[in-house]
């Protein structure tokens, strides 16, 4: 066994979490090399993210795409599991930081996932089409392979409680302005516009776009990776956890389920039945 001197076993250690995000010293925090002191003040909070996750700082436009689709995703009211969920773990007892963590843990696959998942069938899409295929083809091959596996939905398309979502519109204003102002290239609009199309042509009628479609667009316009694209989702859902969470914990009731007690749930088991002889006759034996 090779004897390792101290100063390379603290190598070692030193080198263990190994990190180009952040440099502290006593006195001393760098973020990407830039200086809190000078970043404090100066830089906003979707810069900073894109500054965390990227690596450098974005333009002025980019910044200003990624805070408009980080907005409308904060809540969704009460209904929505996650925001639910936080709600009922603080009249359990839970403080603001239990609750939210109990909240965000459920944004997996089918609460949370849909950005994600439609990120990675833009470019399912992007990859099939190339730089002179037609897209709605290319997004009715994409759908059709996927429906062939079994999955009926197309994550960020159509939506349970809104005919047409109101969040969508005010988004693709602002893709179209930044399009035309060289900050994004368009392709991804394009794409999210042609997977309308081609749900359209097998169900006769507009399956529109909702809000993790249009995020999707924006994140794949930006650059952001897919499993990127659930975490910004959940940056943005953690504002509206927090204030319900908040605002929960102001009213001071204690336990409160999914609904009110008055309201039974409903029982589908067997109904009422005697315990078997063999296992009713145990409570009276007499033990020695």
Known sequence: MTTRTAEQTLADASAWWDTSIIDIHPGKIAIRGYPIEQLIGRVRFPEMIWLMLRGELPSP???????????PGVDHGPHAPSIAISRMAVTCGLPVNGAM??????????????GQQCMERYHEIDVLAGAEGDLVESATTVLERHRAAGEKIMPGFGHRFHPVDPRTAPLFELLARAEARGTIGGRFARIGRAVEVALQKPKGRLIPMNIDGITAVIFCELGFEPELGRGLFILSRSVGILAHAWEQKQRGRRIM?????????????PARRDLPAEFAARGTRTRT
């Open 61 to 71: 436009e980019q910044a200003e795409l990624l805070e408009a689709a980080l907005v």
């Open 101 to 114: 963590a109990s909240a965000i843990n459920v944004l997996d696959d089918i609460h949370g996932g849909a």
């Open 257 to 269: 389920g999914p609904m009110p007690r008055e309201i039974p749930f409903k029982y589908s088991g």
